[in-house]
């Protein structure tokens, strides 16, 4: 039987950009599928040395250097959709390959399709013939039913509900516990309120709360 050190020299090493409280989630995604060795994580923030085990590495100007510690993979763990986005195509540019993490506890059809850099959380289901495409969160206890359509960096919350042939834009936010009803599509770069309940289209740029949800700005 391998060793640990021998099972870690032959898995990918990676690096997670991030030091917050989602930086936390993604790390432990990534340790539950034990698909990578993580070196650890970089941030600008006063994130502290060590965020649960992982080792800071320094911001995300180090990030160029650790090409040639034989880091091949980043995982981008910051919750704001577009700067999460934007890091992982700047590690993208840089020569980096982009993870992905999916918990062993949630379930993906095989008929799904996932970009890079997605993060389904724990509890998460994401049914038949949906399309997850890069930079996407799934958090915690979210659904995305049947043949549904998630654009590149956005985020459905916890304890969402997506009913089925439901298209979401990129780097829009589903709040916590929001539902949306069958094929209905959400625009790019909007925000749906935490606990809404959304029956129309929303479009481009907007924020809509309530139930039924309704545009306020």
Known sequence: ????????????????????????????????????????????????????????????????????????????????????????????????????????????SRSAQVGEGVLVVAGAVVNAETVIEDFVIINTNASVDHDGRIGAGAHIAPRCALAGCVSVGAQTLIGVGSSVLPQVTIGANSTIGAGSCVVRDIPANAKAIGVPARVVS
Do not use: C, W
């Not at 599928?33 to 800071?56: H, Q």
């Not at 981008?76 to 993870?99: D, K, T, W, Y």
């Open 1 to 108: 039987m391998a060793s640990n050190g021998a099972r870690e020299q032959t898995r990918p090493r990676l690096v997670v950009l991030g030091g917050g409280g989602h930086a936390k989630v993604a790390i432990e995604t990534l340790r539950d599928a034990d698909a990578f060795d993580i070196a650890g994580f970089l941030d600008r923030s006063d994130a502290g040395e060590e965020l649960i085990g992982a080792k800071r590495l320094g911001d995300d100007t180090a990030l160029a250097g650790l090409l040639g510690e034989g880091v091949s993979h980043v995982f981008p763990a910051v919750g704001n959709n577009s700067v999460r986005v934007r890091l992982g195509e700047q590690a993208r540019a840089a020569g980096f390959q982009i993870a992905t993490a999916i918990s062993p506890f949630a379930y993906v």
